[in-house]
Nanobody, 124 residues
Framework: HVQLVESGGGSVQSGGSLRLSCAAS????????MAWFRQAPGGEREGVAV????????YYADSVKGRFTLSEDNSENTLYLEMNNMKPEDTAMYYC??????????????????WGQGTQVTVS
């Protein structure tokens, strides 16, 4: 049974930083791909960043490039999203997603079989 649990959300001032964590159980972070999505109130769920295990390639949404960074801790089976220089438009519920295959395009919501419950991020 795959379970993804996000943590680390909260409220920050514009320009501040947060680090989100996605702890995976029943699923090896070292397989397939893992991604972060976000959904603002009234908006659609959009891809933030992804890491493909094979090759370790990462991709980021243009809106977060240079500010957000993905990292993995395979020993802890955890994916992290370091968010710096945050902006009010980053306010959203952030979700961790995973799949045992390399989802393409990476930001295709329907391509991911496993999702966490989300963690709220608010930037003011």
């Amino acid at each position: 049974h795959v379970q993804l649990v996000e943590s680390g959300g909260g409220s920050v001032q514009s320009g501040g930083s947060l680090r989100l964590s996605c702890a995976a159980s029943g699923y090896a972070v070292s397989s397939g791909c893992m991604a972060w999505f976000r959904q603002a109130p009234g908006g659609e769920r959009e891809g933030v960043a992804v890491v493909y295990t094979s090759g370790g390639n990462t991709y980021y949404a243009d809106s977060v490039k240079g500010r957000f960074t993905l990292s993995e801790d395979n020993s802890e089976n955890t994916l992290y999203l370091e968010m710096n220089n945050m902006k009010p438009e980053d306010t959203a519920m952030y979700y961790c997603a995973a799949d045992t295959k390399a989802v393409a395009p990476w930001n295709w919501v329907g391509g991911y079989n496993y999702w966490g419950q989300g963690t709220q991020v608010t930037v003011s």
